[in-house]
């Protein structure tokens, strides 16, 4: 399947797929597949968010009524973990076997894996373009570095462009955050590593969200070492616990509504989850069960009367030990322990 430079260069199809764990990507892609249907007179958009409870039937008469209008529209889909069920393949491959007139089909999927794949995505390839995006390896880092200052007016050399590689570790919203700034406060600039050093900000700095970003990505390994770094540099265990305890208790609410059936969507809207986020948090949940989680929360408020004196223990170590838990699937023994 076509990587975004590929579809940029083509013509709009019926149908476009964009999916992927590249947030950034992804966003950029189908941003700029709806501006070209805005150009092309596409001016009305219904977007429709899918999960399992999923009406399908609604789309079908939306599209129904497309008759009773002149406007050409944008029908987007977007499924978080891009499998959109037994009823959602058929529509789609149904919808590809005759696309409507004056209608553009966007499904923009949240991750992407060869599980994900099948007829329906099958027959988007066939009729559309299918875009799936896949992390950046190493190598690849830099030239896309490069290229977005290329188009940002900046001019970087080989030395300069590693200084940004270390310093934003792989995460392209730092770095296109980063270019950005940059951008702005130096434009047109001619960067080396040492102007590089003097003018990023250093998003690779240990800190409390560093912590947590590495302990729900499951990298246990990155998680103690952001913590041990932590604590070198005089944080105490209080200062750190706000941040574990906002996403945990996050997390608990999340996971007891999807397993009473409850209205994920609402749900969402509740604990302040972005639309980008929702495909993350989805795939947390299936880390470990609404009991877990429910622990962890409650193991923060231990691990804070540990840090207070109010009980015994090392607060350190077993804030360590349920970072390692979180982070690894079916975990749950570690707490407490």
Request: proline share 4%.
């Amino acid at each position: 399947m076509g990587g975004p430079s590929h579809q940029e260069r083509q013509p709009l199809k019926p149908v476009h797929l964009v999916a992927g764990n590249e947030i950034l990507r992804v966003q950029e892609l189908a941003d700029a597949i709806r501006a070209r249907a805005r150009a092309e007179g596409f001016l009305e958009r219904e977007v429709f968010d899918i999960d399992e409870r999923f009406d399908w039937d609604q789309i079908e008469g939306n599209l129904s009524a497309l008759s009773l209008f002149s406007t050409r529209r944008i029908f987007e889909l977007r499924l978080p973990t891009a499998k959109p069920g037994k009823a959602g393949a058929d529509f789609i491959v149904k919808y590809c076997d005759n696309p409507p007139p004056d209608t553009l089909l966007l499904i923009i999927g949240g991750e992407w894996s060869n599980k994900h794949g099948g007829k329906w995505s099958q027959a988007v390839a066939r009729v559309g373009h299918a875009a799936t995006l896949t992390p950046l390896r190493g190598d690849e880092l830099p030239n896309w570095l490069r290229a977005r200052m290329q188009r940002a007016g900046l001019q970087a050399d080989a030395a300069a462009v590693s200084v940004l590689v270390e310093r934003v570790e792989g995460n392209l919203l730092a770095a296109a955050q980063e270019i950005d700034k940059l951008a702005l406060l130096h434009p047109g600039a001619r960067l080396d590593a040492e102007s590089m050093a003097a003018a990023v900000a250093d998003s690779a700095r240990y800190n409390v969200f560093g912590l947590m970003e590495a302990t729900l990505a499951g990298d246990a390994r990155r998680a103690v070492r952001v913590l041990a770094s932590l604590r070198a540099e005089g944080e105490q265990v209080p200062g750190l616990m706000g941040w574990v305890v906002t996403e945990l208790r996050r997390l608990a609410m999340l996971a007891g509504v999807q397993a009473a059936g409850g209205n994920m969507a609402q749900a969402f809207r509740a604990a302040n989850v972005w639309d980008s986020r929702k495909a993350d948090y989805l795939k947390l949940l299936r880390r470990h069960p609404p009991a877990v989680w429910e622990r962890f929360a409650i193991e923060c408020g231990r691990i804070d009367r540990m840090s207070k004196g109010r009980e015994d223990g090392d607060a350190w170590l077993a804030l360590e030990r349920l970072l390692v838990a979180v982070s690894q699937s079916r975990a749950a023994g570690l707490v407490g322990a």
